[in-house]
């Protein structure tokens, strides 16, 4: 693959000879054939698909036939071991993914199937089992659920996130699971709330160091149909004791709930713009947030990505390379041309953000920061096929352990606004790539 000098006008353009992931590649683990007429197992709002509890990798997705497959493999190991569950999934709406958590005993934990309906949750019924309990309860107030999402603490508690309501209208609450207890509570809830006008579409890292909660967030807003286009500000809050209170970046405290009125606005973004909902974020090793984005700066004809982070002292905004081309626009057909980026920071401080762009046809790529001012990329192809409409998301813990990513990998259609029935389903696998030495 020769280097390349378009696209992306900051980027320096490199290659590499990552082969396209199937069975035959060492740098990949097949896990089955996924359906894969949605994106609704390669969402990025999945946050985990993939999660690992010592030497222990567990993965899930949905198959042909729409049911919960659960699957794990001995790090380091191409085999998975594969068992569907008695639980299904409404696989023609994107928004009703499976999201893994996995608590400091080795439990996993399951959500799945949402788009504001009762929670849907269990548990394995050991350490190391692909069996699921019975349905569970949280608290028993987790009535309209969206977006559920697990990150786990140093400690080996669980959180659990999820939009209450609807689009325009919802809130974000927050569960804390207690390991030695196994039992739910809620925290401040609402811990972001809309106010019935609005919602908050989040992304939150943990510092694995500290446990401290970062959270960042756009709105959209209600008045204006509610879409894509009424998406507005990048927004940020961060908790130092376990989601009990909340603080700004300068350390001052929000009364909570948090609101469009007290929100720390980390950069300004106008409605119109098309900012993407539900994207990510990081903490590099001095604690300081790092949320990735991307949306249509005026006056210019395509959406780009963009790096928001906190230098220390204010916020700061980078471009990641400078896209030509290919706008995105949900309302038309091939019109999800850049996927919602997912940011990493390595051992050595450097910042990759991780995406998929119809202007490189739509292959998986990262951008791996040259400096410590993130001002120029480096890009690496790491397939030379097409994912489709893939989103990217990861194994935080062998990220954070062993500085290799995990990517959960299967070429799709968005099926956004409709699914495509016609679809047949697709290989599932993991992506594994260790970022080259600086």
Same mark, same amino acid.
């Given at each position: 693959?020769?280097?390349?000098?378009?696209?992306?006008?900051?980027?320096?353009?490199?290659?590499?000879?990552?082969?396209?992931?199937?069975?035959?590649?060492?740098? +990949?683990?097949?896990?089955?054939?996924?359906?894969?007429?949605?994106?609704?197992?390669?969402? $990025?709002?999945?946050?985990?698909?993939?999660?690992?509890?010592?030497?222990?990798?567990?993965?899930?997705?949905?198959?042909?036939?729409?049911?919960?497959?659960?699957?794990?493999? &001995?790090?380091?190991?191409?085999?998975?071991?594969?068992?569907?569950?008695? #639980?299904?999934?409404?696989?023609?709406?994107?928004? @009703?993914?499976?999201?893994?958590?996995?608590?400091?005993?080795?439990?996993?934990?399951?959500?799945?199937?949402? %788009?504001?309906?009762?929670? @849907?949750?269990?548990?394995?019924?050991?350490?190391?089992?692909?069996?699921? +309990?019975?349905?569970?309860?949280?608290?028993?107030?987790?009535?309209?659920?969206?977006?559920?999402?697990? #990150?786990?603490?140093?400690?080996?508690?669980?959180?659990?996130?999820?939009?209450?309501?609807?689009?325009?209208?919802?809130?974000?609450m927050m569960n804390r699971y207690d390991c030695r207890t196994q039992r739910w509570t809620a925290l401040a809830n609402p811990i972001i709330?809309?106010?019935?006008?609005? *919602?908050?579409?989040?992304?939150?890292?943990?510092?694995?160091?500290?446990?401290?909660?970062?959270?960042?967030?756009?709105?959209?807003?209600?008045?204006?149909?509610?879409?894509?286009?009424? *998406?507005?500000?990048?927004? #940020?809050?961060?908790?130092?004791?376990?989601?009990?209170?909340?603080?700004?970046?300068?350390? +001052? !405290? #929000?009364?909570? &709930?948090?609101?469009?009125? *007290?929100?720390?606005?980390?950069?300004?973004?106008?409605?119109?713009? @098309?900012?993407? @909902?539900? +994207?990510?974020?990081?903490?590099?090793? =001095?604690?300081?947030?790092? $949320?990735?984005?991307?949306? =249509?700066?005026?006056?210019?004809?395509?959406?780009?990505? %963009?790096?928001?982070?906190?230098?220390?002292?204010?916020?700061?905004?980078?471009?990641?390379?400078?896209r030509q081309g290919y706008p995105l626009d949900l309302a038309k057909p091939n019109g999800f041309t850049l996927s919602r980026p997912l940011?990493?920071?390595?051992?050595?401080?450097?910042?990759?953000?991780?995406?998929?762009?119809?202007? !490189?046809?739509?292959? $998986?790529?990262?951008?791996?920061?040259?400096?410590?001012?993130? =001002?120029?990329?480096?890009?690496?192809?790491?397939?030379?096929?097409?994912?489709?409409?893939?989103?990217?998301?990861?194994?935080?813990?062998?990220?954070?352990?062993? *500085?290799?990513?995990?990517?959960?990998?299967?070429?799709?259609? $968005?099926?956004?606004?409709?699914?495509? &029935?016609?679809?047949?389903?697709?290989?599932?696998?993991?992506?594994?790539? =260790?970022?080259?030495?600086?």
């Amino acid at each position: 693959m020769s280097a390349r000098s378009c696209c992306l006008g900051m980027l320096l353009w490199t290659a590499t000879t990552a082969a396209w992931a199937d069975s035959a590649s060492p740098q +990949t683990a097949p896990l089955g054939q996924g359906y894969a007429g949605t994106g609704v197992n390669v969402a $990025i709002f999945r946050q985990a698909s993939l999660v690992t509890f010592g030497d222990t990798q567990y993965a899930a997705f949905y198959d042909g036939q729409a049911r919960m497959v659960l699957a794990k493999r &001995p790090l380091g190991s191409p085999q998975w071991q594969t068992r569907p569950t008695r #639980y299904s999934g409404n696989v023609r709406d994107v928004h @009703n993914v499976i999201s893994l958590g996995i608590d400091g005993k080795g439990i996993l934990h399951v959500s799945w199937d949402h %788009h504001n309906n009762p929670l @849907n949750y269990c548990r394995s019924v050991e350490p190391g089992s692909l069996e699921l +309990t019975d349905r569970l309860p949280m608290t028993g107030a987790e009535r309209a659920v969206c977006y559920p999402q697990f #990150y786990g603490l140093p400690n080996g508690d669980l959180l659990f996130l999820y939009r209450t309501g609807g689009s325009g209208a919802g809130d974000l609450m927050m569960n804390r699971y207690d390991c030695r207890t196994q039992r739910w509570t809620a925290l401040a809830n609402p811990i972001i709330a809309g106010q019935r006008e609005r *919602n908050a579409y989040w992304q939150a890292a943990i510092d694995p160091r500290t446990g401290a909660i970062h959270v960042s967030w756009c709105w959209r807003e209600r008045k204006g149909n509610a879409d894509l286009k009424t *998406n507005h500000d990048v927004c #940020y809050a961060r908790s130092d004791d376990g989601g009990q209170t909340w603080l700004r970046s300068d350390g +001052t !405290r #929000y009364a909570l &709930p948090i609101t469009l009125d *007290n929100a720390e606005v980390a950069w300004p973004v106008p409605q119109q713009s @098309n900012l993407a @909902n539900m +994207t990510s974020m990081a903490v590099d090793g =001095r604690g300081r947030p790092y $949320i990735v984005n991307n949306w =249509r700066p005026a006056g210019e004809p395509t959406d780009q990505v %963009h790096l928001v982070f906190r230098d220390g002292s204010r916020w700061q905004l980078r471009r990641v390379g400078g896209r030509q081309g290919y706008p995105l626009d949900l309302a038309k057909p091939n019109g999800f041309t850049l996927s919602r980026p997912l940011v990493v920071i390595d051992r050595q401080g450097r910042v990759i953000v991780i995406l998929r762009d119809a202007a !490189r046809g739509s292959r $998986i790529s990262a951008a791996i920061s040259q400096g410590a001012d993130c =001002r120029t990329w480096r890009l690496v192809e790491l397939t030379s096929q097409s994912v489709g409409d893939w989103e990217p998301t990861h194994d935080a813990a062998v990220w954070q352990r062993d *500085n290799v990513l995990h990517l959960f990998v299967q070429k799709c259609l $968005i099926g956004y606004p409709r699914p495509s &029935p016609q679809t047949a389903p697709e290989p599932v696998f993991v992506l594994q790539w =260790r970022p080259p030495e600086p």
